[in-house]
């Protein structure tokens, strides 16, 4: 896969932004208005809290729970619109539905709520993806997202912190690593450019490697076997059974200064 297909779009910058702003706008009216939109999330294992699957990651209880998550959600988004670009539509969709289920199957019997759940979807996406495609740059950013988020890890087991919800991280954490085997990339492999990168290459047939020996030392190479060519046959047409006399007669310098002395005019 070459470099130019990772390409910087208005999407990279524009979606992070409207869906950060989006999330400041709901906490906004729920503020300005006295809205009470708790309810409006996930509650595990109940008609009514199926709608929480979509409206749960438009929904935070405080500013702190809102502001902790709107950093992470600017970078991971863009990073997903840069270097999944075709994809990042799908996984985010996709992410927030599947996460969602997950949380109101094995939640607890109270309202699950924020967008962290998004967040481990895509932190568990990057991270595993990266690691299947053996992209050097995707790669890359799974070891970054691992450096950045690493610790969030330790959020998806139960009774670290009983006020946030461990079941709807897990969930997300499960989601992103699902997704990445239903979104298969396989123009992220390696493009093999040399013969030395093909499975079956055999260093022994390569007239550069022969120049080295055993221990990696320039040696010459081997002499060239002398082949033998066979003399060509003069055809028929080129030769004559009649002798050719050629007579060389030597000019005498007397005989020529008398042909070149100028004739007197009449």
């Known amino acids: 896969m070459e470099d130019n297909n990772f390409k910087f779009t208005n999407a990279v910058i524009g979606v992070p932004l409207f869906f950060v702003l989006f999330l400041w706008f709901v906490y906004w009216l729920e503020i300005r208005f006295g809205f009470d939109f708790d309810e409006n999330g996930i509650l595990p294992r109940t008609f009514s809290g199926l709608q929480g699957i979509i409206f749960s990651p438009f929904i935070h209880s405080n500013i702190e729970h809102l ?37 109101w199957l094995i939640g607890r019997e109270n309202y699950h709520i924020g967008a962290s759940g998004l967040i481990y979807v895509l932190v568990s996406f990057m991270f595993f993806k ?26 998806v087991f139960p009774k670290v912190d009983e006020t946030i919800s461990w079941e709807g991280h897990l969930s997300g954490l499960i989601a992103g690593f699902v997704l990445t085997f239903f979104y298969k990339k396989q123009e992220f492999r390696k493009v093999i450019k040399y013969d030395w990168e093909l499975p079956d290459y055999d260093p022994s047939e390569d007239k550069f490697m022969q120049r080295f020996d055993e221990n990696g030392n320039f040696v010459n190479p081997p002499k060239p076997e ?41």
């Open 130 to 155: 990266g690691l299947q495609t053996h992209y050097y740059r995707l790669v890359a950013l799974s070891l970054t997202v691992v450096v950045l988020y690493g610790g969030m890890v330790w959020y």
């Open 67 to 103: 502001y902790n998550n709107s950093i992470p959600l600017l970078v991971l988004l863009a990073a997903l619109f840069f270097f999944y670009q075709k994809e990042a539509v799908g996984i985010l969709v996709y992410g927030i539905l599947l996460s969602g289920s997950l949380t």
């Open 226 to 266: 002398i082949v033998e060519e066979n003399q060509m046959e003069i055809n028929s047409y080129f030769q004559s059974n009649f002798n050719v006399t050629y007579d060389f007669i030597e000019n005498k310098k007397e005989d020529i200064n008398e042909k070149n002395e100028p004739k007197p005019e009449s």
